[in-house]
């Protein structure tokens, strides 16, 4: 059975860190390449960051560039989000998702669409309090 579990959300202020971790089990995690959604409170979900299919890691959103970074350990098949400084406004559930290096690939150094992610966690809510 394919699973993606998000963990480490929780109840943080602004300004704070936190780090959400993608455990990955039933398909070969090497094949597949992890990325990080959101969806805040009445918005639709969008692309936070992304393992590439060359193992790099890319944006969805530029604004976020020196707050969040990605990571992985194959050895666990768990990919980490480390958001820092964080916002009231990165209050979301958090989604972590696979898209199969084949497909990934298409897209080179960066994040594929997430209409191509295949395999998607439960999600894990954050809330960031002012």
């Known amino acids: 059975e394919v699973q993606l579990v998000e963990s480490g959300g929780g109840l943080v202020q602004a300004g704070g860190s936190l780090r959400l971790s993608c455990a990955a089990s039933?398909?070969?995690?090497?094949?597949?390449?992890i990325g990080w959604f959101r969806q805040a409170p009445g918005k639709g979900r969008e692309g936070v960051l992304c393992?590439?299919?060359?193992?790099?890691?890319?944006y969805y959103q530029d604004s976020l560039k020196g707050r969040f970074t990605i990571s992985s350990d194959n050895a666990k098949n768990t990919v980490y989000l480390q958001m820092n400084s964080l916002k009231p406004e990165d209050t979301a559930v958090y989604y972590c998702?696979?898209?199969?290096?084949?497909?990934?690939?298409?897209?080179?150094?960066?994040?594929?669409?997430?209409?191509?992610?295949?395999?998607w966690g439960q999600g894990i809510r954050v809330t960031v309090s002012s």
């Open positions: 998702a696979a898209v199969s290096g084949l497909r990934g690939s298409i897209y080179g150094s960066r994040c594929a669409p997430e209409y191509e992610y295949h395999y």
């Open positions: 039933g398909f070969t995690f090497e094949d597949y390449s």
């Open positions: 393992i590439t299919a060359n193992d790099g890691s890319a």
